[in-house]
């Protein structure tokens, strides 16, 4: 039985969600230098466009496909087979297409890994690899019936499935292809701060639809998860810009940061939390992501739009919180601090997983993407910058 309201919704919630694809190429287009503002958003259309077209044809089918040794989906569902207008509660074709957009959109963070430096060529033979091979199992562990679910594992908007796997992601493919040309020797400023505001502004409107989105109805459940949302991020925001303003500057780059780090980690438990549990996770996430942007920063690793520090960090404490903070009164599962400690070891063991699956597979793909193709542009095109080399357009007037 269809609902309007809740299809409506969703529907509003789907747009919402794609929004923020463009909002993460503003976003790393603003922190990269200015030859190279066009390649970054173009990566972030082009690996939705991927995932689009992969989404339709098999991997919403092995994500959410029958059930195969809690590992991956079977068929049934290939080129749409059986997916139409019908549903319960939302056309069954509206549920594809609202997790359509989070896969787009996570393919799109893991660009983060190789701003300025990937052959386009070879990033979109990454892309449709690391779609199949990481996100869809993934999609189908936590949210199709495969073994996190049925290990009792809380995930309610893509902590796991869509933050720490690009986080780590991003962190295996930015060790495979190496520094950019003169990191470290020379300034790489971001060109264009504004800009990375508005792609935040983008991500933190379009994160309403991710996470309330995520309820399929316009109920109680959506509002708590909307409001959770807007106080994670928050408070998010303020400790990182304090934690900063403590050692220097409080910058307005580690302000919307650190809304983005409180917006990951609310993601996995905001169908789980109530409103003052997400001030102590946007807090603690803020802290911790920016330490771990230092962290990277003193180890000289070129993850220089921070996915790993923000998405996969962050990530990893928002799924766990969720087993620390989660209260039946919302989600109808306890956490740790009312009682359930085998919740968060739950929590714990999934994150671990997630992490150890992401980085290996990652690293693997790009191992063999990278011997069989080349993931680097030649040293010439980088110095000249990718939106001349690749695409044959410039910023410039």
């Known amino acids: 039985m269809i609902d309007s309201g809740a299809t409506a919704f969703v529907l509003i919630c789907t747009a919402m969600v794609m929004l923020m694809t463009p909002g993460v190429g503003l976003f790393y287009g603003g922190l990269v230098r200015r030859k190279n503002f066009i390649s970054m958003i173009a990566l972030a259309f082009i690996a939705f466009a991927v995932v689009a077209l992969q989404w339709v044809i098999f991997g919403y089918s092995l994500a959410f496909g029958s059930d195969i040794g809690g590992l991956i989906g079977n068929l049934d569902y290939v080129f749409l087979h059986g997916v139409g207008m019908d549903g319960d509660g939302i056309p069954d074709l509206l549920f594809m297409v609202f997790q359509l957009v989070f896969a787009g959109l996570t393919l799109a963070i893991v660009t983060s890994a190789v701003a300025e430096r990937v052959k386009l060529s070879s990033f979109i033979i990454f892309g449709l690899l690391w779609t199949t091979l990481v996100y869809d199992p993934l999609a189908h562990w936590a949210w199709g019936g495969g073994w996190a679910a049925q290990l009792g594992a809380l995930d309610f908007a893509g902590g796991t499935v869509v933050h720490i796997s690009s986080g780590f992601s991003a962190l295996a493919l930015a060790l495979v292809i190496g520094k950019r040309v003169g990191f470290g020797q020379y300034s790489m400023e971001p060109h264009n701060i504004p800009m990375t505001l508005l792609g935040g502004a983008l991500l933190w409107f379009g994160w309403f639809g991710f996470n309330a989105g995520s309820a399929l109805a316009a109920d109680g459940l959506a509002a708590n998860a909307f409001v959770v949302t807007i106080i994670a991020a928050a408070a998010g925001a303020l400790a990182w810009l304090f934690a900063a303003w ?76 969720t087993g620390i903070f989660a209260v039946a009164a919302v989600g109808g599962v306890d956490g740790l601090l009312y009682g359930n400690l085998g919740q968060f070891v739950i929590q714990l063991v999934d994150a671990a997983v997630v992490v150890l699956y992401a980085f290996v597979v990652t690293f693997v793909l790009a191992k063999v993407v990278d011997t069989a193709l080349g993931l680097r542009v030649s040293e010439e095109e980088e110095y000249v910058g990718l939106d001349i080399a690749q695409h044959g357009e410039s910023t410039q007037l």
Request: net charge positive; proline share 4%; with cysteine.
């Open 246 to 321: 403590i050692r220097g500057k409080p910058s307005s780059v580690g302000m919307i940061s650190g809304a983005l780090a409180g917006l990951v980690a609310i993601t996995p438990a905001a169908g789980f939390v109530d409103p003052m549990a997400s001030i102590a996770i946007g807090a603690v996430a803020g802290i911790i992501c920016y330490w771990a942007l230092l962290f990277r920063m003193r180890k000289g690793l070129d993850e220089s739009l921070d996915a790993w520090a923000v998405h996969g960090v962050g990530g990893f404490w928002g799924a766990l919180a």
